[in-house]
């Protein structure tokens, strides 16, 4: 069950607006910094270890920040034994009863929505992380409903997309790796899989090369869960300053294949 949730929730055909961004591949495709699959290979190995890592670091802390509020079983419990937090099952709807417990995810959740914007320094890549955020959170709420999706944070152009992914992973019943590890693998597989449309590679050699990735995909994802023990403030803020640059030029395009 584990595994299937994780395979459905990974799958680049999972109706959360993945497929419409190549994550800055397009512009650089077009300024020439890739043009084969060597260059491809370059490419990923450097957002998985920037991107990839900020993305899993992140989507690992929210989902521990998450999980308390809406499974009552391991909720923090006060001084007195209490539960913290609790779940009101009453009525039509499912939702997070206030307390304690779940003011404190949320306001956890909020923070890091903030620390993972303050790290994301092109508006335009904010924009794409937000809007993807809430794609996924749209396609969250009919696949695995959920009191603890309610707890995400509020903004007008939704949460940034690897908080909306721990949250999401952790209504969907999966532990705090399994949402790092589909936060590092999504940083490649999407664009690799819009590098076969933009250039035509062969899509037996980008498979291979995602293949040759795996190790490190798996590497990252394990620190990442380390780093989401730590305060917001402390969680990685790898940065690619060239990659700032493809998303804002590549947001001035009036036609482009990919929204990001």
């Known amino acids: 069950m584990d595994?299937?949730?994780?395979?459905?929730?990974?799958?680049?055909?999972?109706?959360?607006?993945?497929?419409?961004?190549?994550?800055?591949?397009?512009?650089?495709?077009?300024?020439?910094?890739?043009?084969?699959?060597?260059?491809?290979?370059?490419?990923?190995?450097?957002?998985?270890?920037?991107?990839?890592r900020v993305a899993a670091a992140f989507a690992a802390a929210a989902h521990l920040a998450a999980t308390p509020a809406g499974h009552p079983a391991?909720?923090?419990?006060?001084?007195?034994?209490?539960?913290?937090?609790d779940t009101d099952r009453s009525g039509a709807g499912d939702h997070v009863a206030p307390g304690p417990g779940v003011a404190r995810a949320r306001d956890a959740l909020v923070r890091l929505d903030a620390e993972?914007?303050?790290?994301?320094?092109?508006?335009?890549?904010?924009?794409?992380?937000?809007?993807?955020?809430?794609?996924?959170?749209?396609?969250?709420?009919?696949t695995w409903p959920s009191p603890l999706l309610d707890l995400v944070p509020r903004h007008s152009d939704g949460c940034h997309q690897p908080i909306?992914?721990?949250?999401t992973a952790a209504a969907a019943g999966l532990t705090v790796d399994r949402a790092a590890l589909i936060g590092?693998?999504?940083?490649?597989?999407?664009?690799?899989g819009a590098a076969v449309r933009l250039l035509g590679l062969d899509p037996y050699r980008t498979q291979a090369v995602l293949a040759r990735l795996a190790g490190a995909c798996d590497a990252v994802a394990g620190a990442a869960v380390l780093d989401a023990a730590g305060?917001?403030?402390?969680?990685?803020?790898?940065?690619?300053?060239?990659a700032d640059i493809h998303a804002e030029v590549h947001a001035t395009w009036e036609v482009r294949l990919f929204a990001s």
Do not use: I, K, N
């Open 164 to 167: 909306a992914l721990g949250v």
């Open 3 to 52: 595994t299937t949730t994780l395979l459905l929730l990974a799958d680049g055909r999972f109706p959360s607006g993945g497929h419409a961004h190549s994550s800055g591949l397009e512009a650089a495709v077009a300024a020439g910094r890739v043009t084969d699959v060597d260059g491809l290979a370059a490419f990923l190995s450097g957002r998985l270890a920037t991107a990839g």
């Open 231 to 242: 305060p917001p403030a402390a969680l990685p803020a790898h940065a690619a300053p060239l």
């Open 116 to 142: 993972l914007d303050a790290r994301t320094a092109a508006p335009a890549a904010r924009l794409a992380s937000r809007r993807q955020g809430r794609a996924l959170l749209r396609a969250a709420r009919t």
């Open 74 to 85: 391991d909720a923090d419990r006060t001084a007195d034994g209490e539960r913290a937090a």
């Open 184 to 192: 590092a693998y999504g940083t490649v597989t999407g664009p690799a």
